[in-house]
Every structure is written in structure tokens, then in C-alpha cells.
């Protein structure tokens, strides 16, 4: 069974400070999603990751994957109050076939960032 | 600007009764997915149907949950009877992916179920 793993689960940030999220998940795979949550609001795509080494970049938010350690990081530069939500990975287990899109999620990260 | 939209957007009903959710994928996608979130559960696939063909349910109580999809703009998720426990957001995403593009999820607003 695929476990997909955050840490940390909660983090209180500065405003101005950078901070990694990780995210490890036990099988392999090469597709790996990013995605934010707002509070009471529903999940929006942040970055897909679909190969070894692969890094995607958007505003302070950077996110990279190394298959062969089986983890993504999420990296936050000059963090802002508007990059306050819940942050969640999500893994396509891929076995020589396909799954169609049937992620995993991991249990986010809980991200505040204050004055 | 496409995107997945869910009715209701919040139910409140005892328990016992029958609730159906409902969701409208993205025109042209092909893949919807049914999710169940609560804070001591997190995210959880409870269902999938690819071309309108279900493909996996084993997250779904069987004996109460059922999901459909009875024609390429609508997916339907039913729970009969309801109990308290089967309070939570539930959310449908859509997708059309390949193995080369990814299979990126689109989430719709979500339900808010509460049985009391």
C-alpha cells in the first residue's frame, strides 16, 4: 500500500524567511502533484512533477522531485501572509501501467505566516 | 474559465435518509474522481470512472455508497442510508491526462455533508 508522508504537518512561518516542505512516499513513482487548500475552500493544482529531477518554479513557490529518494520538496522563498493555507502532495503510483490519475494524498502541511 | 461544479454546496439531513451528490466535470475531460475529506481522515478516493467506466470504488463503503455516472457530463455519488459518521466535504475533480502530460486533477467546490 502506498504511504505518502508530509512533514511537517504544521509550520509557523515569518513573513520574509524561507522554509522547505518535504514529502516522502514509499513506492515508486515519477509523478508526483502539489496542490493548496484555502480554509473551507476546495484544492487548487500547484505544480506536476513527472520525472526524476524535475523542478517547477512559481512565484516564491519552488517544488522539485528525486524518485530515487522517493521525496519532493516544496520550497518557500521571502514567505507572505497570502502563502498562508494548507499544503498537500499527492503520488500516481506507477507500476508498469497506468492508474489513470488515482493519486494518494499526504496529510498536508498546515502552513501560517505572520507578521 | 472551465471548471468542475458540485450540488449541493452544503446538505444537513438526519440519519437514515438518502443524499445524492452531484457533480459536473470539466466539457472534454474524461477522468472523475470522487473524495471524501475530514479532519481525522484527510483526503480519501472513495471512487474513479474513466470514460464513464468505473474503474476503482474499493475506497467506498459498499453497502451504502454507490457512485454513477450516467452520462459524460454528470457523475452522481449516493449514500442510502446516511449516518453521522459520513460527515465530511466531499469533492469531485476531473481530468484528462496522459502518461506523457500527467494526470492533473481538477477539484470542484465540494459538498458539505452533515447527518445528524
Known amino acids: 500500500e502506498l504511504k505518502v508522508e508530509q512533514n511537517p504537518l504544521f509550520l509557523s512561518m515569518q513573513e520574509g524567511k524561507n522554509y522547505t516542505i518535504y514529502c516522502n512516499y514509499s513506492?515508486?513513482?515519477?509523478?508526483l502533484y502539489w496542490y493548496r487548500q484555502d480554509p473551507g475552500k476546495s484544492l487548487e493544482s500547484l505544480f506536476v512533477?513527472?520525472?526524476?529531477?524535475a523542478v517547477k518554479q512559481e512565484g516564491r513557490l519552488m517544488a522539485s522531485l528525486d524518485t530515487k529518494a522517493r521525496l519532493s520538496t516544496l520550497h518557500i522563498t521571502a514567505a507572505v501572509h497570502d502563502l498562508s493555507a494548507t499544503y498537500f502532495c499527492?503520488?500516481?503510483?506507477?507500476?508498469?501501467?497506468?492508474?489513470?490519475?488515482?493519486?494518494?494524498f499526504g496529510q498536508g502541511t498546515i502552513l501560517t505566516v505572520h507578521p | 474559465d472551465a471548471r468542475v461544479t458540485q450540488t449541493p454546496r452544503h446538505k444537513v439531513t438526519e440519519m437514515g435518509q438518502e443524499v445524492t451528490m452531484r457533480c459536473q466535470p470539466i466539457?472534454?475531460?474524461?477522468?472523475v474522481f470522487w473524495y471524501r475529506q475530514t479532519m481525522m481522515q484527510g483526503l480519501e478516493l472513495l471512487a474513479y470512472?474513466?470514460?464513464?467506466?468505473?474503474?476503482?470504488d474499493s475506497g467506498m463503503p459498499k453497502d451504502r455508497f454507490s457512485a454513477e455516472m450516467p452520462d459524460a457530463t454528470l457523475a452522481t455519488l449516493k449514500i442510502q442510508p446516511s449516518e453521522p459518521r459520513d460527515s465530511a466535504v466531499y469533492f469531485c475533480?476531473?481530468?484528462?491526462?496522459?502518461?506523457?502530460?500527467?494526470?492533473?486533477?481538477?477539484f470542484g467546490p465540494g459538498t458539505r455533508l452533515t447527518v445528524t
Open positions: 470512472f474513466r470514460n464513464r467506466a468505473p474503474l476503482d
Open positions: 466539457l472534454g475531460h474524461n477522468t
Open positions: 475533480a476531473s481530468g484528462l491526462g496522459s502518461r506523457d502530460r500527467g494526470y492533473e486533477q481538477y
Open positions: 499527492a503520488v500516481d503510483p506507477y507500476a508498469g501501467g497506468t492508474s489513470y490519475g488515482k493519486l494518494t
Open positions: 512533477l513527472l520525472s526524476n529531477g
Open positions: 513506492t515508486t513513482s515519477d509523478r
